[in-house]
């Protein structure tokens, strides 16, 4: 039986590793190589016995995702495309930020009016945003993973799949990877072992050691995952991404409604927001004349109410055309009806659009941009 040692955590590396007489602490440098450094074979393991390296070498398999394509767009996102083992396609996004200190400066240059729009800042580091599920049954109205009919029927990913999306674009980084985002194909939540599996191997001091707090799990709103994600504790992130503050508005829009109501999903995030001890990010994806109007706000600022919440606005990209981003007077609305109870609220800058790389437009296209 082939040992994967891609798909192993610290805890299970040393089980494995323990049946070849591989103590412990051998165990953690076959971890950090593995996870950190990317081997692919035994070569260069010279720590370990010649004995214990052939025998190794005969079970374990460090399987890759083929990268079928990578598409630039003009503002630098990078979208890849993977092919998996069984032939389905998965997509992830190379997201570029610019260095904190450059940002603030420019918003406060715009706040006093003397830069126009967003100005192009240079890139210090990224944030990766990698899918989690081949397909996603959600179907949310808006997206076009919903869509997506793959082959084999709707999957999770193993944990390596997830790792292997990650290792991928960080060793063609040429900047540090900051950040990585479960906001891809899929809803994570709904692929929760694997993906907390994932997250924590990112962030082992001897793993990939991306900060817990900057790695970010997104859910429409799978009420039972995220009051275990609570209970647990975690450092990551949770963003519960709302797209209507009422069932009624939501329904049409998210079909995941009649699984766990608006109301369900409210409790879970009052729990998770007693456990986390911050503020709980709720992105609000806009679509103009259906749920950007000031009545809309006034609605989410009542669900918000009592909780330490800042929203983040999502322009809908919905590839079929039959929903519209927000208009600048709907957001400007929408914004200031939330400011004045005293909710943050910015706006998502949605990248990398003319390669299909923006939120809800993931779905194996090959169009636009520069492919390389
Ligand atoms: S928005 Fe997320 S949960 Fe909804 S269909 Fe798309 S991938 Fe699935």
């Known amino acids: 039986m082939p040992v994967n040692l891609r798909d192993l955590d610290l805890a299970a590396m040393g089980a494995a590793l323990g049946g070849y007489g591989v103590d412990s602490a051998k165990a953690a440098r076959v971890f950090a190589a593995v996870q950190r450094d990317g081997v692919a074979s035994f070569d260069g393991l010279d720590w370990l016995s010649a004995t214990t390296r052939r025998a190794l070498a005969a079970d374990a398999i460090f399987p890759e995702l083929e990268i079928v394509e990578r ?17 389905g396609l998965i997509e992830a996004v190379r997201i570029p930020l610019p260095d904190p200190g450059d940002a603030r400066a420019l918003k406060q240059r715009r706040r006093r009016g003397e830069a126009a729009g967003l100005v192009a800042l240079p890139t210090a580091k990224y944030t990766l945003c990698v899918s989690s599920q ?40 040429d900047h540090p990877v900051a950040g990585v985002l479960f906001l891809g194909m899929g809803e994570p939540l709904l692929n929760y072992d694997n993906v907390i599996r994932t997250a924590q191997i990112l962030s082992h001091p001897a793993g990939p050691a991306i900060a817990g707090e900057s790695i970010s799990i997104s859910t429409v709103g799978v009420a039972p995952a995220i009051r275990r994600f609570a209970a647990e504790g975690h450092r990551f992130r949770l963003i519960i991404s709302l797209a209507a503050a009422s069932s009624e508005a939501r329904l049409p829009l998210m079909p995941a409604e009649k699984r766990w109501p608006l109301a369900e999903v409210m409790t879970a995030a009052r729990e998770y927001a007693a456990s986390c001890g911050g503020r709980v990010t709720f992105a609000y994806v806009g679509i103009s004349g259906v749920n950007m109007g000031r009545e809309d706000a006034c609605r989410l600022a009542e669900l918000l109410a009592g909780l330490r919440a ?63």
């Open 71 to 87: 598409r630039r767009a003009a503002d630098g996102f990078v979208k890849y495309l993977f092919r998996l083992p069984e032939g």
């Open 134 to 173: 081949l397909g996603c049954a959600l179907a949310c109205d808006f997206c076009a993973t919903g869509r997506l009919r793959p082959a084999g029927g709707v999957r999770n990913l193993a944990v390596w799949e997830m790792l292997a999306q990650v290792r991928a674009m960080r060793a063609e980084a």
């Open 310 to 372: 800042k929203v983040t606005l999502i322009d809908v990209n919905d590839d079929s055309g039959r929903y519209q981003p927000p208009k600048d007077e709907e957001v400007k609305d929408f914004r200031d009806e939330l400011l004045a109870r005293q909710i943050p609220v910015s706006r998502r800058y949605a990248g990398g659009r003319e390669i299909g790389a923006a939120c809800g437009t993931l779905a194996a296209t090959r169009a636009g941009g520069e492919a390389f």
